[in-house]
């Protein structure tokens, strides 16, 4: 008899334990990119990423590139403008990551390389006008006080998925 009551209440402790996961009905697969627990991010597209970052300090730098390699990027940071050149010289870039204030500087960089990175300003304790500015010129944004890890990464994505079809529409035309 005590053996029967030990496993009904084992089977009632699973039961209760497992309940969200055995009602959960399928809508955390429709997220490109998310782990069916939502542990970790797996990038549509990884990519090859330059992050400028001359004020971050280096606690920042770590947790970014940290968040970047967990979803697949293989991210390299550099904090002068001569490294930066010196990072375009030895290497390819998919994506370029700088606050927005730093944005015209890796700009004037870009416009000397012949494989253009698709840029993607970080917009960090910005004013609403600042934040305007920079969504009417670009595209994609990084807010990080708005943001999770994912939806960055996410942002990250999109960027690279519209670059892809813009390039695949422009190579079709021709």
């Not at 960089?109 to 012949?114: P, V």
Request: glycine share 6%; net charge positive.
């Amino acid at each position: 008899m005590k053996d029967r009551i030990r496993f009904v209440v084992l089977i009632a402790t699973v039961g209760v334990w497992m309940g969200g996961d055995l009602l959960a009905c399928g809508d955390k697969f429709l997220r490109v990119g998310r782990s069916t627990r939502f542990k970790g991010y797996a990038s549509v597209h990884p990519s090859s990423i330059l992050v400028y970052a001359p004020r971050w300090t280096p606690r920042g730098i770590t947790e970014f590139e940290r968040i970047l390699k967990r979803g697949g990027h293989k991210p390299v940071t550099v904090t002068n403008s001569a490294a930066m050149a010196q990072a375009f010289a030895g290497a390819r870039y998919d994506v370029v990551i700088t606050n927005y204030s730093d944005a015209a500087t890796v700009t004037r960089e870009l416009d000397g390389l012949s494989s253009k990175p698709a840029l993607l300003p970080l917009v960090y304790k910005a004013s609403k006008s600042q934040v305007a500015a920079a969504a009417a010129t670009y595209q994609c944004l990084l807010k990080p006080e708005k943001m999770t890890s994912f939806q960055a990464l996410e942002e990250i994505d999109k960027l690279i998925e519209s670059r892809l079809k813009s390039s695949t529409v422009s190579s079709s035309t021709r």
